[in-house]
């Protein structure tokens, strides 16, 4: 990715040259369940790896740095780990989604002692990240290879602080989990003051997007949504992140974390995300539909 300077995931921003050194490392190319996945290193940053699958950017994994946070929507699904409970104190993390586990590692460098389960149906893409990107010995973290709502299903009531969904079929959130009954199981899965945090992908008129916070409305008391302010204002296609718990959130606190990224976002709640919301209607399992495909271009990388 030398010199790139665009758009990763349906727009999030991949940064240029970095001057860290050079990865000599070559790109790999292998047919996974799902599509064909591809590691491209970042030339500029040293055992720093994208993964995309069918063209779609995925992950971004620094081996050397868990920590960091590439993507604009995965910086904000940080934030909202970084909210979750006091500085550096261990959660219960479940994953639903994993990709190259970016996500997982940055819990593990600023949360140790954290255990995690990780849900991803593409196990072809789990053995080549095992293979290339492998995780660091004892992190807490353990990948299933399981459908996201059929492990959820299973999975014990109040087992988890934080469940994360970052499930893309291709380019697309998979329509059942997009339900109202998927939202109860995430509330019975999560304990007393649990915070759910998805990442969702949607462009104006935002239909899929509002009916998202209509359906979490219908059964969680307490929403907020990150989004970039021109995402929401309808002038890209774009990542939505939102967050839902039975508890008040910490608002303020995710607004300051918001704003005063590298990317800065805007945090809707209250009155704002009800008027953004508007008549649009809770969805059941036999409507739901996944997410709209991106538009061409959407990824900004080749």
Known sequence: MEGVTGTGPYGSTLRGPHNEGVNEQIP???????????????????????????????????????????????????????????DGAPLDVLHLGGGALSLPRYVSATRPGSRQDVVEADAGLVALVAEHLPLPEGPGITVHTADARAWLEAAPAASADLIVGDVFGGSRVPAHLTSVAYARELRRVLRPGGIYAANLADGAPF??????LATFAAVFPELALLAEPAMLRGRRF?????????????????????AGDAFPARVEHGE??????????????????????PPEGAFGIG
């Open 272 to 293: 704002a995300l009800a008027r953004f919301t508007g008549d649009a209607a809770p969805v059941d399992d036999a409507g739901a539909v996944g997410s709209p495909a």
């Open 238 to 258: 774009g990542n939505a992140i939102l967050v839902a718990s039975d508890e008040p959130l910490d608002v303020p606190g995710l607004t300051r974390r918001a």
């Open 207 to 212: 239909a899929f997007l509002r009916s998202q």
């Open 28 to 86: 790999v190319l292998r047919e996974v369940d799902h599509g064909t996945a591809r590691l491209m290193p970042d030339v500029d940053r040293e055992r720093a790896w994208l993964l995309t699958v069918d063209g779609a950017p995925q992950s971004y994994v620094d081996l050397d740095a868990p920590g960091h946070l590439e993507f604009e929507y995965a910086r904000r699904l940080g934030h909202v780990v970084d909210g979750a409970a006091a």
